[in-house]
């Protein structure tokens, strides 16, 4: 059974603090996402990594940056926290590009 | 870049009928469509996908079906019961990345 874990399901910060955001998977997989989900938008990725320390952009990668440095875990860096980015933050993982993706939790941050 | 847009944005059935939700993808290339359902508070799930090479796939009370010509796939449920209420999610895969619908929050009334 697959299983996608997030370090925290709730996180509260103040605005212009560094913000970690921790992801592990179990299961040897390539591929690891991370989303942010807003009413009304839907998901959307901010980075992906498909190999130990590689790294691509998604769609919104602006105020974020990611690091893989060990395959199981991919984690997101909020270099200095903003309000716009409350949100809840999604991670997922999947053996191959076309394969089914597993989601974490999610991580609700609220930044104040 | 690849665009998926889904419709409707919400939407609610009777208990025992169906349900149909529609996307629309951009990027002719496009070949994977998974479809997700997000119950509230949890995490989304892979519920059925389909691959390019196929126009129809059911498992039990769902099914997707493809229409590569026009760009457009489609979620049917039927019989729908009250656990089906949730968010749904289409998505296409472009390029390694997969692109995601905005949702359809789907009510089943009692």
């Known amino acids: 059974d697959v299983k996608v874990t997030q370090s925290s399901r709730y996180l509260v910060k103040r605005t212009g603090e560094k913000v970690f955001l921790e992801c592990v998977q179990d299961m040897d997989h390539e591929n690891m996402f991370w989303y942010r989900q807003d009413p009304g938008l839907g998901l959307r990725l901010i980075y992906f990594?498909?190999?130990?320390?590689?790294?691509e952009k998604g769609d919104i990668p602006e105020g974020y940056s990611v690091s893989r440095e060990k395959k199981e875990r991919f984690s997101l860096i909020l270099e200095s926290a903003s309000t716009n980015q409350t949100s809840m933050y999604l991670c997922?993982?999947?053996?191959?590009?076309?394969?089914?993706?597993?989601f974490g939790p999610g991580t609700r941050l609220t930044v104040l | 870049g690849e665009n998926v847009e889904q419709h409707p944005s919400t939407l609610s059935v009777q208990e025992g009928d169906s349900a149909v939700i529609k996307c629309t993808y951009s990027d002719s290339a496009s070949n994977y469509f998974p479809w997700y359902k997000q119950e509230l508070g949890k995490r989304p799930q892979l519920i059925i996908d389909?691959?390019?090479?196929?126009g129809e796939k059911k498992d039990q009370r769902i099914a997707v079906t493809l229409n590569k010509t026009a760009k457009h796939f489609s979620l049917h449920i039927t019989e729908t019961q009250p656990e089906d209420s949730a968010v749904y999610f289409c998505?296409?895969?472009?390029?390694?990345?997969?692109?995601f619908g905005k949702g359809t929050r789907l009510h089943i009334l009692p």
């Open positions: 990594s498909y190999d130990v320390k590689m790294k």
């Open positions: 997922a993982s999947s053996q191959g590009g076309r394969d089914t993706q597993y």
């Open positions: 389909i691959r390019s090479n196929v």
């Open positions: 998505a296409a895969l472009a390029e390694d990345k997969i692109i």
